[in-house]
């Protein structure tokens, strides 16, 4: 899906939930997929499509950005603690284009 929508070369890597014994918000993943990236969790940003998602980012210390392209709305994640919710992965990698550009 990533390198259908063109995002794939903004990405660092793509963690799934059959990648890990664990699944968001299981502090273990987040962790899990830091140590994969060699990232440090204030440099990281993570992009879901629910609350899980949410907890995950916000538990590591991570940013977020939500994408309503799941089964959860705007006001769900944003009640879930989101504040930056965009409308798919499209508009997450026009914002990341925008501002590497600026």
């Known amino acids: ?3 259908h929508l063109g995002v794939e070369p903004l990405l660092a890597d793509v963690v799934g939930a059959g990648d890990t014994d664990w699944l968001k918000p299981e ?6 997929a830091l140590a994969r990236l060699d990232a440090a969790a204030a440099d990281t940003c993570l992009v879901g499509d629910s609350p899980f998602d949410v907890a995950a980012a916000q538990q590591a210390g991570m940013a977020f950005v939500g994408v309503t392209t799941g089964t959860h709305t705007e ?24 501002e590497s550009s600026g």
């Open 1 to 3: 899906m990533c390198a």
């Open 27 to 32: 502090p273990r993943f987040a962790a899990w």
């Open 75 to 98: 006001a769900q994640l944003r009640e879930a603690g989101a504040t930056h919710v965009v409308a798919d992965l499209a508009s997450v990698a026009a914002g990341w284009a925008l």
